[in-house]
């Protein structure tokens, strides 16, 4: 653009109408684009069979009827009632995505709203698990299939599920109003997470709580994919962390230790490393159950992938401030505490949202173990009935419906830290 243009108002408002213009028509190709590709995926799955003098062409042929009755098993909800829950708790994330992307005057209503009737949904749902009675017309068989019962890790798992997003709306939202709401549904989250690990820690089994006989069904199947990922994540920064800061330390020993972890686990596959956790482990006394050895596998390979970006986060700091605390008079672990890390994390939160939703899909791993999650019930009916195609399509759509929505919350979270400092 030349000068004189740059100077004529209609010449810059001609230029913006363009370029909007030729975004609206990307937008418009890419959407006729996926147009096409489902279009040719419905194609590819008809059955049909097309016959042009020596070419023979047959469609793969679904068997929609069995995909529809089985869903429910392999997905983990066999009633109505059981997918009240999660639904609730998908309405609770929507308040939250809402309340970090939504213009300031639509928020309060939106957010709130969503988060409310997502509540509602996970208490009704949870009451008429724990009390089918109150409801008359209930089908009674129905419940008595829901399943298993209040195991202790189960409730820890409830309580980190309800916890999780109490916290990041208190510390994303920047409504006063919501903290108090927030700081609630927390508090009550931690008492169940803190009642989950002392029943798990005494070995306490659901058959000798006839107090607490509370079916969880939702944390089977589509919810131990959720819930095993998010606790090897947690597990897994806390290392990538330690890591970080021993592979920067001038201590010798750290430094030695650190940069070792990251090499056997980096040279080593991860399913090696999921069967030496169950299977190796025991000979030498440590005998963890499946689902804790797949966090604990899974904890520690991205534990060592994830060091290298904490400390390239780390890093990134520019030394000047880092100079500027200390002559402040800060120590270093306050300065890396207020100074290094928040400045850090913004750049280490991308990364590890990708990891995470790798993670998701890796969590399969576990089904090896014996593990009823999404790949072990699709294997399991797939084999028994000689459908396998159907049953780990299904499968590998709930992957990537799970990648699709973790994936949205990632870039909306990132958009929110990074307020200010990116150009869209």
């Known amino acids: 653009m030349t000068a004189s243009a740059a100077s004529d108002p209609g010449s810059i408002v001609r230029v913006l109408r363009a370029e909007r213009r030729r975004a609206t ?26 016959n042009a003098g020596p070419l023979h062409f047959k469609a793969i042929s679904l068997d929609l009827a069995f995909m529809v009755k089985w869903l429910p098993f392999i997905s983990g909800y066999t009633t109505s009632v059981s997918a009240f829950v999660p639904t609730g708790l998908a309405f609770v994330l929507a308040g939250v995505l809402i309340g970090l992307r939504a213009p300031s005057r639509a928020r309060p209503t939106a957010a709130v709203g969503l988060s409310l009737a997502g509540v509602a949904l996970a208490a009704s749902g949870g009451l008429l698990l724990i009390r089918p009675q109150i409801v008359g017309w209930l089908p009674q068989e129905g419940v008595a299939t829901i399943g298993a019962g209040a195991s202790g890790w189960r409730l820890g798992l409830l309580g980190l599920l309800t916890t999780l997003p109490a ?8 409504q006063t109003w919501h903290r108090p709401l927030a700081i609630g549904v927390a508090l009550l989250g931690s008492a169940v997470l803190t009642v989950g690990i002392v029943l798990q820690a005494l070995h306490v089994q659901a058959e000798t709580v006839q107090t607490f006989p509370v079916p969880l069904p939702y944390l089977d199947a589509l ?18 962390l330690l890591g970080a800061l021993g592979r920067i ?40 159950d499946p689902i804790p050895s797949g966090i604990v596998a899974l904890s520690v390979n991205y534990g060592a992938y994830m060091t290298e970006v904490f400390r390239a986060g780390i890093q990134a700091v520019g030394r ?19 100074i290094v890390l928040p400045q850090a994390f913004r750049i280490i939160i991308p990364p590890t949202g990708n990891e995470f939703i790798a993670m998701m899909k890796d969590s399969a791993l576990v089904s ?6 999404l790949l072990f019930r699709a294997q399991k009916v797939g084999r028994q009935y000689f459908h396998s195609f159907e049953t780990l399509l299904i499968a590998a759509a709930f992957y990537w419906m799970l990648t699709i929505i973790f994936s949205a919350f990632q870039d909306r979270l990132e958009r929110h830290m990074a307020r200010g400092e990116r150009r869209d």
């Open 25 to 50: 028509q990307f937008s418009g190709w890419v959407g006729l684009s996926w147009l096409v590709i489902f279009l040719a995926l419905g194609f590819l799955f008809s059955g049909v069979r097309l």
């Open 167 to 174: 916290l990041a709306l208190f510390y994303t939202s920047q």
């Open 223 to 240: 919810g131990m994919t959720i819930g095993v990922s998010i606790l090897s994540i947690l597990c897994a920064v806390v290392l990538a």
């Open 249 to 288: 330390s001038k201590f010798p020993l750290f430094y030695a230790f650190s940069t070792f972890y990251i090499s056997l686990i980096r040279g080593t596959p991860l399913v090696v490393q999921v069967f030496f956790v169950f299977l190796a482990l025991p000979q030498v006394g440590i005998v963890l």
């Open 320 to 338: 000047g401030q880092t100079e500027a605390a200390l002559a402040l008079g800060l120590t270093p672990g306050q300065t890396m505490r207020h």
């Open 368 to 373: 090896f173990m014996g593990v009823w999650e």
